[in-house]
């Protein structure tokens, strides 16, 4: 009973994803124009972007604490949160591929949004290879977390902002209409909005389980100084 009190909010995204594979695959889903039956990734698609958004946002908090406390365990953390955010944002580049194949006619087209996503992805990947640069521990977080501030706004900016000031095939973005303004029925939103929160618990337990084997990682290199 310990356990289930303690760990809740894991049994309860298992069940949330499990209902959404069930929806995802089964449930009804309103018929619309070009869209027809792939409108079911957007409980794939679209929620794997809110996690990446939610996974990287805690990154940015870590990493100021970091430059507020200079605690190692505030680093630890960002990278993490960076790294897991990162998973999904690959995992989001897939389901949306897929979804432009059936919808767009082709696996990647010439879309603001799209090549602004692959920039953004660029970019976080440079922070990658900022931190395996630096050899001292301290120049590394620091350093990484400051980089790891400013690639969040810029990734901001490119995936929600510029997108809206151009044409693009996105809904909700130059122009398109989006989902709210198409009649997506409440059956939708029954499994969009768990959707959400069970994608977002599974990233967070990710992210959870990097971050413990990290801590282990460097218990044993500090007994092997020792």
Same mark, same amino acid.
């Given at each position: 009973?310990?356990?289930? +009190? +303690?760990?809740? #909010?894991?049994?309860?995204?298992?069940?949330?994803?499990?209902?959404?594979?069930?929806?995802?695959?089964?449930? &009804?889903?309103?018929? &619309?124009?070009?869209?027809?039956?792939?409108?079911?990734?957007?409980?794939?698609?679209?929620?794997?972007?809110?996690?990446?958004?939610?996974?990287?946002?805690?990154?940015v908090y870590h990493s100021i604490q970091y430059l507020r406390k200079s605690d190692p365990m505030d680093d630890l953390?960002?990278?993490?949160?960076?790294?897991?955010?990162?998973?999904?944002?690959?995992?989001?580049?897939?389901?949306?591929?897929?979804?432009?194949?059936?919808?767009?006619?082709?696996? #990647?087209? @010439?879309? =603001?949004?799209?090549?602004?996503?692959?920039?953004?992805?660029?970019?976080?990947?440079?922070?990658?290879?900022?931190?395996?640069?630096l050899p001292d521990e301290q120049q590394k977080a620091r350093i990484s977390s400051?980089?790891?501030?400013?690639?969040?706004?810029?990734?901001?900016?490119?995936? #929600?902002?510029? =997108?809206?000031?151009?044409?693009?095939?996105?809904?909700?973005?130059?122009? @398109?209409?989006?989902?709210?303004?198409?009649?997506?029925? @409440?059956?939708?939103?029954?499994?969009?909005?768990?959707?959400?929160?069970?994608?977002?618990?599974?990233?967070?337990?990710?992210? &959870?389980?990097?971050?413990?084997?990290? +801590?282990?990682?460097?218990?044993?290199?500090? +007994?092997?100084?020792?």
């Amino acid at each position: 009973m310990e356990t289930l +009190k +303690k760990y809740y #909010w894991k049994w309860a995204g298992m069940l949330l994803l499990v209902y959404t594979m069930y929806m995802g695959f089964a449930g &009804q889903v309103p018929r &619309q124009a070009i869209l027809n039956e792939t409108v079911r990734n957007l409980y794939f698609h679209v929620t794997m972007w809110f996690s990446m958004i939610a996974l990287l946002g805690v990154s940015v908090y870590h990493s100021i604490q970091y430059l507020r406390k200079s605690d190692p365990m505030d680093d630890l953390k960002s990278n993490a949160y960076v790294i897991t955010g990162l998973v999904f944002a690959t995992l989001g580049l897939l389901t949306g591929s897929i979804w432009a194949k059936f919808t767009w006619g082709d696996w #990647w087209t @010439n879309d =603001p949004k799209l090549n602004s996503v692959a920039i953004g992805m660029l970019i976080y990947l440079a922070y990658g290879l900022v931190r395996s640069s630096l050899p001292d521990e301290q120049q590394k977080a620091r350093i990484s977390s400051v980089y790891n501030i400013f690639a969040f706004i810029i990734f901001m900016v490119l995936i #929600w902002i510029l =997108p809206r000031m151009t044409d693009s095939l996105h809904p909700g973005n130059g122009g @398109n209409p989006g989902f709210n303004s198409m009649d997506l029925d @409440n059956r939708m939103r029954m499994v969009f909005y768990p959707a959400i929160l069970g994608w977002m618990s599974l990233g967070f337990w990710y992210a &959870q389980l990097r971050i413990r084997i990290r +801590k282990i990682e460097v218990l044993l290199e500090e +007994k092997e100084q020792a």
